[in-house]
């Protein structure tokens, strides 16, 4: 008997360090289910007593807006969100803590009313600790929204949507009094490239923090685990820590043999168990997932990714989606990456902020490369403050210090929140900041500069770069200020960013609008331009302009760019990179027919987690009497009959053709989510038609009970509109733009730089002379105000355009023989436009243009 427990005993003790701890004294609960919304600014809503019982009842992810499909405009202002929490005596015994993965974009938090701190920067998650607040019984937390612009704050500018919200996973963390800090662990390998990936050497640094008095005496036990959950290696070191100080334990395991490298092709994933001790009591553990992998970018033969070359193959994503906008699962973000990695794209582009922990998570399991990259951009449009707009930089004295202070927090919060991930190849400062006051350029870049420095303290071992870096040109260029660069559209042209002297990519190509289904063709843009397309020697790779349709505070047209729809059904286009990159061979495509019956599909149908974290994608699709997928439009709703779930419109949601909740090709799509466990049951209909039904198992909260559950408040779909004036807005400046060709030191830019010392110059021996500008927004036209450097007999046509494809002529001055220097144009009659072209036909009175600035002027519509 003596022999069987030793044996027993022997057998629990190899176990542990076989496989590490299985218990962890931290409790991680999901805090997302049951919030009490209510929008506007309501005077005494922190208080424990206020009376919240009319207000919806909610679950995060949450956000302003639901129902959001594509309106170019949102709600501006002030929610709240209440929840109860309960403690006991044990929960109050250590350290408490509430965990945001993202809130846009100021929070103010409340606990029992009290103020316990405050967080701006709507794409970085933060950690509150409300220990002091907290009592035992019932506790009251109140959190204070809101998405109002403020010249502080980053971004000031950019042309998606900034809807309000506790938009990501909320978490409420139990530690004990000494504890590992929040995101506080640092995983890095070394010893990759010297090996040849023959052994790694693991190097961790993990932040433990002491709420205690008193000095202690602690154990930190470093584990490494393989994919199947062995230790195959091992650190551990005594630290002695003084009263309430926090202090970063260095590590480094012995070399690891015989590794698998994380690779888009087979994406390994290592975790580190960090086990802290208290003598032999375990006071806290942490897991964190980690790769080994080595990376390289050279200026003149690009990315090599664990000693190959490798050519990446990116995308551009946004976050938002039909109907939930911003506020999207982790599955929902899982199920973007996975569309990415299925159609043979191997780099993601984050356009333009941090996403969710969820998404960087996603592209390490998928294989999928990640630029990440800090909230720092702007777009084109008035540069008044107020709205986003705005300059990139601040235009007053007195913004400038706190704005700085602001884009330096929220880049290190990106860092420290995702620098675990193998993924991850590059940290990038911005997204075109040129969009700014002429005056505050000087600002931008000195800013540059402190955040590329700032990323090299807190992570050496990746890359700081300047995403979006096309403009300015001449001596006044940003892109050579961090480690590598990305250039925008016509920067892939640009004669100054050919073979530039540092490490490079082309960041954004395409940008084609389009609607489902689309051409089969891809969008490749100025690549086209000497097949470069196919890839360049000295470049590392190219993402396309973009990978989804999302909401863009200039309209549909402007967020239509997606390979795929909103509702996340794939475009034509989708299947042609499919084909090209990962070999797949189109679908047959549907076609018109006699519409017969409906078929409903789920993109899982039993586990689903019923706590914010998942939900399921329905697609309903039109067929005929045979099967056969059908494109007409008929009306579609799907409804709700029974069991726990909604909509982003509530128990119900109708797809028609001519609405924004849109059926498109013969199909519609949307994703469904439950707060409460039990079967759902989920039925299509439409008159006339054969209905269908799916049946989906939600789990891991409590059951819905009929007649007792709160029921799902329908939230019928009203487009938000703001009472805005149409006001004449000025285009060009720092816009894309594109020529026939360019002579030396004259490049296409400098005919949109605002500076009339310089222009756009063609080569003597371009006999097809024009010049493009792309205005990047679709404008009712005004007038084009056109500047010539010097004076000469100019012989030109312009012409404008919604789809650089079909152009309406505004002037003709192909028989001009009058020298001029300017030319104003005013538009006679109602014209839309996107594109404007200036061609100067060859003839025996052809004067070589010196196109020195062009301006429209024009009403967005």
């Known amino acids: ?488 559209g016509d920067g892939s042209t640009i004669l100054d960013f050919q073979q530039p002297p540092i490490p490079n990519m082309v960041t954004e190509y395409g940008s084609t609008t389009s609607d489902r289904p689309g051409e089969y063709i891809p969008g490749w843009g100025d690549l086209q331009k000497n097949d470069a397309w196919k890839g360049v020697e000295w470049r590392s790779g190219q993402a396309i302009w973009c990978g989804f349709d999302h909401g863009s505070i200039f309209g549909e047209e402007m967020g239509k760019m997606g390979i795929v729809d909103y509702f996340r059904i794939p475009k034509r286009s989708w299947y042609w990179y499919r084909n090209a990159y990962a070999n797949i061979a189109p679908p047959i495509w549907s076609v018109s027919g006699i519409p017969a019956r409906l078929r409903l599909e789920a993109s899982q149908y039993t586990g689903i987690r019923a706590d914010g974290t998942d939900d399921v994608q329905l697609t309903v699709t039109v067929l005929d009497e045979t099967g056969r997928e059908l494109s007409n439009l008929p009306a579609v709703r799907l409804t709700l009959l029974s069991g726990p779930g909604e909509f982003p419109t509530g128990s119900s949601i109708l797809f028609e053709a001519d609405s924004d909740i849109r059926i498109m090709d013969g199909k519609a799509a949307i994703a469904f989510r439950s707060y409460y466990a039990g079967e759902s049951v989920i039925e299509a209909t439409s008159p006339g038609l054969e209905p269908a039904r799916v049946k989906l198992t939600f789990s891991g909260a409590p059951v819905y009970q009929e007649g007792e559950t709160p029921q799902v408040k329908n939230r019928p779909y009203i487009p938000f509109a703001l009472q805005k004036q149409h006001k004449m807005q000025s285009f060009g400046l720092n816009n894309p733009a594109f020529g026939s060709s360019a002579a030396q030191g004259h490049a296409t830019g400098y005919a949109a730089d605002g500076k009339l010392d310089t222009w756009w110059e063609p080569e003597n021996s371009d006999r097809k002379v024009y010049w493009t500008l792309d205005t990047e927004r679709f404008l009712m036209l005004d007038e084009v105000c056109v500047r010539f450097a010097g004076a000469a007999p100019y012989q030109y046509k312009i012409e404008v355009s919604e789809n650089n494809k079909d152009w309406i002529v505004v002037s003709d001055k192909t028989g001009n023989h009058v020298p001029l220097d300017s030319d104003l144009i005013k538009s006679d009659r109602q014209v839309k436009m996107h594109y404007l072209r200036i061609s100067f036909p060859h003839s025996e009175r052809y004067v070589t243009p010196k196109l020195a600035e062009v301006e429209v002027r024009g009403q967005l519509y």
């Open 1 to 488: 008997m003596r022999h069987c427990l030793w044996a027993i005993n022997f057998w629990v003790l190899f176990c542990f360090c076989s496989v590490g701890y299985a218990y962890s004294p931290r409790e991680v609960i999901n805090l997302n289910r049951e919030w009490k919304y209510m929008q506007g600014d309501l005077q005494g809503a922190e208080k424990t007593d206020y009376d919240d019982n009319n207000w919806e009842t909610i679950g995060i992810p949450h956000s302003f807006s639901i129902p959001y499909f594509m309106s170019k405009d949102f709600y501006t202002g002030y929610g709240w969100y209440r929840k109860r929490v309960f403690f006991t005596d044990r929960n109050l015994s250590g350290k408490i803590f509430l965990e945001f993965d993202g809130v846009f974009q100021e929070a103010e938090i409340f606990l029992n009313g009290k103020f316990i701190d405050r967080h701006c920067g709507g794409y970085t998650g933060f950690s509150v600790d409300i220990t002091d607040a907290a009592q035992k019984g019932d506790n009251v937390l109140a959190i204070r929204v809101n998405n109002l612009w403020q010249p502080t704050v980053a971004p000031r500018g950019g042309e998606h949507v900034f809807s309000g919200g506790i938009y990501r996973n909320v978490r409420l963390v139990l530690k004990s009094s000494t504890y590992i800090g929040w995101y506080g662990t640092f995983v890095t390998t070394s010893g990759l490239d010297a090996s040849n990936g023959k052994y790694g050497i693991v190097d961790i640094s993990t932040e433990i923090c002491h709420s205690e008095p008193e000095t202690g005496n602690f154990r930190l036990v470093s584990n490494i685990l393989s994919s199947e959950g062995r230790i195959i290696a091992s650190a551990q070191k005594i630290i002695q820590l003084k009263g309430n100080t926090s202090q970063v334990v260095k590590q480094q395991t012995e070399r690891i043999e015989h590794l698998f490298l994380w690779h888009p092709s087979h994406p390994v994933l290592y975790k580190l168990e960090s086990l802290l001790f208290k003598g032999d009591e375990l006071i806290d553990r942490e897991e964190t997932s980690f790769g080994f992998r080595w990376f390289e970018w050279t200026k003149d033969h690009g990315f090599f990714l664990n000693g190959k070359h490798l050519y990446f193959k990116g995308i551009n994503v946004h976050q938002d989606q039909a109907g939930w906008g911003d506020a999207v699962t982790d599955a929902a973000a899982r199920r973007d990456v996975a569309l990415v990695k299925q159609a043979g794209f191997d780099m993601i582009r984050g356009s333009h902020y941090p996403h969710s922990p969820a998404f960087s998570k996603a592209c390490d399991e998928e294989g999928v490369l990640f630029w990440s990259e800090a909230p720092f951009w702007a777009t084109a449009g008035e540069k008044k403050d107020g709205y986003w707009t705005a300059s990139a930089y601040p235009v007053r004295q007195e913004d400038c210090k706190e704005f700085e202070e602001n884009v330096l927090q929220q880049l290190e919060e990106m860092i420290r929140i995702h620098r675990n991930h193998p993924s991850i190849i590059a940290w990038s400062m911005c997204n075109e900041p040129f969009f700014t006051a002429p005056e505050t350029m000087h600002g931008i870049r000195k800013l540059l500069e402190r955040m590329v420095a700032r990323t090299h303290q807190l992570d050496p071992t990746r890359p700081a770069a300047i995403g979006g870096a096309q403009r300015p040109l001449g001596t006044e260029r940003i892109d050579l200020i961090g480690d590598i660069v990305g250039y925008n």
